[in-house]
């Protein structure tokens, strides 16, 4: 949603706003994770709601997570502390997907280098054979199975090029913006007491 509190919290109102209203900062990361604070991971459940939140916003727009806590720590460098662990933690996410999407690309070259390899294997086998001319009705089945079962060699690394890397890079882009975004602790009694 765009901030529609904006009036409240001193944010431009062209700032695309993620509210996430907890009973206290520990809901927001992992509680088995034994990490130090700023490099814990976030809970699977608040990072997947952050996520999709965000998929809602301009893509365009700088976005705030706005995080109302009924218990406040009262800890003045608290708001930038949970700040730092969540950009860490969508930044450590985004190198993650940037690595599996050189991963795949490197996958998707040597599969082609592969696939492309075994489709020139069988031209030459049905070009040595002398399949091409061979009229017979066996002879055909055979030399069109050969050039099917080329090209089916070349269905993989295809695919990773034309369709698999493209979601990624959406995430990619996804967890890098949030790994600058904006955080805001308010007490929840300042939302419940605004107008």
């Known amino acids: 949603?765009?901030?529609?509190?904006?009036?409240?919290?001193n944010i431009d109102?062209?700032?695309?706003?993620?509210?996430?209203?907890?009973?206290?900062?520990?809901?927001?990361?992992e509680t088995l994770d034994p990490s130090p604070?700023?490099?814990?991971?976030l809970d699977r459940s608040a990072e997947d709601y952050i996520v999709d939140?965000?998929?809602e916003l301009p893509s365009k727009a700088p976005c705030t997570l706005m995080v109302y806590l009924e218990q406040p720590a009262g800890?003045?460098?608290?708001?930038?502390?949970?700040?730092?662990?969540?950009?860490?933690?969508?930044?450590?996410r985004s190198r993650f997907l940037r690595r599996d999407l050189h991963q795949l690309l490197r996958r998707g070259l040597i599969s082609l280098g592969i696939g492309f390899a075994f489709l020139v294997l069988l031209f030459a086998i049905v070009q040595v054979t002398g399949l091409v001319r061979a009229e017979a009705g066996f002879a055909t089945l055979v030399r069109e199975s050969m050039v099917i079962i080329?090209?089916?060699?070349m269905w993989r690394p295809l695919e990773i090029f034309l369709y698999d890397w493209w979601p990624i890079v959406g995430e990619w882009r996804l967890h890098d913006r949030l790994s600058r975004i904006n955080v805001r602790i308010v007490p929840a009694k300042d939302l419940r007491s605004t107008p």
Request: glycine share 6%; aromatic share 8%; proline share 2%.
């Open 37 to 41: 604070f700023h490099e814990k991971d």
């Open 75 to 92: 800890h003045p460098d608290e708001e930038r502390a949970v700040g730092e662990a969540i950009r860490t933690h969508f930044a450590r």
């Open 150 to 153: 080329g090209w089916v060699a």
């Open 1 to 9: 949603m765009l901030n529609k509190d904006a009036r409240h919290t």
């Open 13 to 29: 109102a062209e700032h695309g706003v993620i509210e996430v209203q907890l009973r206290e900062i520990s809901q927001l990361f």
């Open 53 to 55: 939140s965000l998929r």
